[in-house]
Nanobody
Framework: VQLQASGGGLVQAGGSLRLSCAAS????????IGWFRQAPGKEREGVSC???GDTDSVKGRFTISRDNARNTVFLQTSSLKPEDTAVYYC???????????????????WGQGTLVTVSS
């Protein structure tokens, strides 16, 4: 099982980034996928989640979408702020075990994270 997050980088405030999470080793369609982030010295927090049966969802400045044919979930960020600086992780949970939650507990698989740095 593998979740590979990518797309992070350095961006100026007000900019945008598109993060990707490529999955392998499990039946992607049967899993909810969540994005989380963790800033230095802070707890990991939920950013967005997309259910196994959805194609996209908008939550504020972030839009999450999934392409089941490519086993990939995207997080389109916009109007980024310095406080968005964090390591962003994607995680997967089996749809019959848990709901699409913004709480880290309960997720089965985690990616390694990709760093997003927003400069002021």
């Amino acid at each position: 099982v593998q979740l590979q997050a990518s797309g992070g980088g350095l961006v100026q405030a007000g900019g945008s980034l598109r993060l990707s999470c490529a999955a392998s080793g499990f039946t992607f369609d049967d899993y909810h996928i969540g994005w989380f982030r963790q800033a230095p010295g802070k707890e990991r927090e939920g950013v967005s989640c997309i259910s196994s049966g959805d194609t996209d969802s908008v939550k504020g400045r972030f839009t999450i979408s999934r392409d089941n044919a490519r086993n990939t979930v995207f997080l389109q960020t916009s109007s980024l702020k310095p406080e968005d600086t964090a390591v962003y992780y994607c995680a997967a949970v089996f749809k019959y075990d848990y709901y699409c939650s913004d709480q880290p507990a309960g997720y089965d698989y985690w990616g390694q994270g990709t760093l997003v740095t927003v400069s002021s």
